[in-house]
């Protein structure tokens, strides 16, 4: 079957053919040793972009939370995200397995909580308890549809967290999407967290990895963990390349993401068996509800026609990226008429 439209992830972003020729062109060394210039110049620019003093380029994102973990928490001790974080649901239990922590739950509003959830979720210094480390967010929540945590609401959270001797942690695989929806610079969203990462596959469009940064101790401390779990490389620098590239390039473009699942959810608020107000929808990530419908076969029904979503059990969830243009939304929104009413 043909996928003519896929807004199944924005991790299925292809580099362009011009990432691809800079990518061809890139200095290489040897990564293991800090010899790759590319990588090197990489995670400069993405400890600058970040304002931290240190960056470090891993393969993944998954690898870049797990890391973070590992390096914030020792067995046994707890780590506090949303119910709908990725490291629950999709990261393998890794955590369980790598840094040895828990993680405590809390049940925020489509992938944020407020200060008393917070608080709540903090334990006592009695020595039955588990010990709380650590503070994660992701910016922008994924299973939550992509919303926004606010300045304030990150200030008051990682203000206390500091206050109660937590550390914090930014995942921050769609950053990017908050900073295009909102303006406010990737630096200043990430200026109270210990760790902060994002992803350059997804939105961004490079072909793999994500970068972690912090401070200059953070990072050494990361650098074992990373040489640990086998994620050191050799000539990494073709693959960095893309990153610099989408850094360079593709940053700006994201609002075009948002503003076409934007206009994808205000579409689909029009055809009455969609459950979705399209005032939710903050950044690239549109998940709703249709009435009656078992969502697994409709998805089915709408890949017959070339139109591939994911399904989260009751509820459909699309994605924009870089590789869907506006004219495919109308498109994407035609092929939905034709399977709902
Ligand atoms: C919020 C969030 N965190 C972490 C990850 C993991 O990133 P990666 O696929 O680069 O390992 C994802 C991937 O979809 C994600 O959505």
């Given at each position: 079957m043909e996928i003519k439209i896929d807004l199944f992830s924005d991790t299925g972003t292809r580099p362009s053919d011009e990432m691809r020729e800079f990518m061809a062109k890139a200095e290489v060394g040897d990564e293991q040793l800090f010899e790759d210039p590319s990588v090197n110049k990489l995670t400069e620019m993405a400890a600058d972009i970040l304002g931290k003093e240190e960056a470090i380029y891993l393969p993944s994102g998954l690898m870049a939370n797990q890391i973070s973990f590992a390096v914030h928490c020792n067995p046994g001790d707890e780590i506090i995200m949303d119910e709908s974080a990725h490291p629950i649901h999709y990261e393998g239990g890794a955590t369980a397995i790598i840094s040895g922590a828990s993680i405590r739950s809390v049940e925020g509003k489509r992938g944020i909580f407020n200060l008393e959830q917070f608080e709540k979720a903090v334990r006592t210094k009695d020595y039955h308890d588990p010990q709380s480390k650590l503070l994660s967010i992701e910016q922008t929540s994924n299973l939550g549809g992509g919303t926004i945590w606010s300045l304030e609401q990150i200030e008051e959270l990682t203000d206390k967290a500091h206050e109660l001797g937590l550390k914090t942690h930014m995942d921050?695989?769609?950053l990017f999407n908050a900073v295009a929806a909102t303006e406010i610079s990737a630096q200043r969203y990430a200026a109270n967290f210990d760790s902060v990462w994002f992803d350059l596959s997804k939105g961004l469009g490079a072909p793999v990895g994500s970068v972690l940064a912090g401070s200059k101790q953070f990072i050494n401390e990361a650098r074992y963990w990373k040489q640990r779990l086998g994620g050191a490389m050799r000539q990494a620098g073709i693959i960095a390349a893309g990153g610099i590239y989408a850094l360079k390039n593709n940053l700006e473009r994201l609002k075009t993401d948002n503003d076409n699942a934007k206009l994808l959810a205000e579409e689909l608020a029009k055809i009455p068996a969609v459950e979705i107000d399209?005032?939710?929808?903050?950044?690239n990530i549109v998940i709703f509800k249709i009435k009656g419908e078992e969502s697994a076969e409709i998805a089915e029904k709408l890949l017959e026609d070339g139109l591939r979503v994911s399904v989260l059990h009751d509820k459909i969830r699309a994605v924009t990226h870089l590789d869907v243009k506006k004219e495919e939304i109308f498109q994407a929104i035609d092929i939905f008429k034709k399977h709902l009413t």
């Amino acid at each position: 079957m043909e996928i003519k439209i896929d807004l199944f992830s924005d991790t299925g972003t292809r580099p362009s053919d011009e990432m691809r020729e800079f990518m061809a062109k890139a200095e290489v060394g040897d990564e293991q040793l800090f010899e790759d210039p590319s990588v090197n110049k990489l995670t400069e620019m993405a400890a600058d972009i970040l304002g931290k003093e240190e960056a470090i380029y891993l393969p993944s994102g998954l690898m870049a939370n797990q890391i973070s973990f590992a390096v914030h928490c020792n067995p046994g001790d707890e780590i506090i995200m949303d119910e709908s974080a990725h490291p629950i649901h999709y990261e393998g239990g890794a955590t369980a397995i790598i840094s040895g922590a828990s993680i405590r739950s809390v049940e925020g509003k489509r992938g944020i909580f407020n200060l008393e959830q917070f608080e709540k979720a903090v334990r006592t210094k009695d020595y039955h308890d588990p010990q709380s480390k650590l503070l994660s967010i992701e910016q922008t929540s994924n299973l939550g549809g992509g919303t926004i945590w606010s300045l304030e609401q990150i200030e008051e959270l990682t203000d206390k967290a500091h206050e109660l001797g937590l550390k914090t942690h930014m995942d921050g695989a769609r950053l990017f999407n908050a900073v295009a929806a909102t303006e406010i610079s990737a630096q200043r969203y990430a200026a109270n967290f210990d760790s902060v990462w994002f992803d350059l596959s997804k939105g961004l469009g490079a072909p793999v990895g994500s970068v972690l940064a912090g401070s200059k101790q953070f990072i050494n401390e990361a650098r074992y963990w990373k040489q640990r779990l086998g994620g050191a490389m050799r000539q990494a620098g073709i693959i960095a390349a893309g990153g610099i590239y989408a850094l360079k390039n593709n940053l700006e473009r994201l609002k075009t993401d948002n503003d076409n699942a934007k206009l994808l959810a205000e579409e689909l608020a029009k055809i009455p068996a969609v459950e979705i107000d399209p005032s939710t929808v903050e950044t690239n990530i549109v998940i709703f509800k249709i009435k009656g419908e078992e969502s697994a076969e409709i998805a089915e029904k709408l890949l017959e026609d070339g139109l591939r979503v994911s399904v989260l059990h009751d509820k459909i969830r699309a994605v924009t990226h870089l590789d869907v243009k506006k004219e495919e939304i109308f498109q994407a929104i035609d092929i939905f008429k034709k399977h709902l009413t």
